[in-house]
């Protein structure tokens, strides 16, 4: 073996220490990289988490049944001036919704400017809806 084919110290020193940051970067690269995968999967842990725990708490909330049966056409009706929800029966299996008259503009019981409804200026018996879109 010559010399000319051998490096010399300070060249193999070199190449060694060349080697080494090359592996310490690669390290590096390699910790962060499982840091922001650990920190990515916690979150989507948390989030999952939080998805199942709302969703428990939504579907526990529902009604036990499909709700009062003089409700089932889609209203209440509210009656004087204390406003106080009329007491009807149910109706029929069969029955289509029926609306109740409202006052028309410029009546005796219509508010004289709009705004905020008060107790004064409401009709004596309306229908407001109250369907939500549930099933019941």
């Known amino acids: 073996m010559s010399n000319a084919a051998r490096a ?19 390290q590096q690269r390699r910790e962060r990289r499982n840091k922001v ?3 990515a999967s916690i979150g989507v842990v948390i989030v999952a988490i939080v998805a199942i ?28 001036a204390k406003l106080s929800a009329a007491k009807t029966s149910a109706p029929s299996a069969d029955a289509t919704p029926t ?14 400017t709009p705004g905020p409804a008060r107790a004064s200026c409401l009709p004596t018996s309306s229908v ?9």
Not at 8 to 26: G, H, M, T
Not at 128 to 136: A, F, L, N, P, Y
């Open 53 to 80: 725990v709302a969703v428990i708490i939504v579907n526990s909330v529902r009604p036990p049944g499909p709700g009062p049966r003089n409700m089932a056409n889609g209203g209440i009706t509210i009656q004087g």
């Open 37 to 39: 995968v650990l920190q």
């Open 99 to 112: 609306p109740q008259p409202t006052p028309r503009p410029g009546s005796a019981r219509s508010c004289p």
């Open 128 to 136: 407001i809806s109250t369907t939500r879109g549930t099933s019941w």
């Open 8 to 26: 010399s110290k300070n060249e193999r020193r070199d190449a060694a220490r060349e080697k080494a940051r090359e592996q310490r970067l690669r």
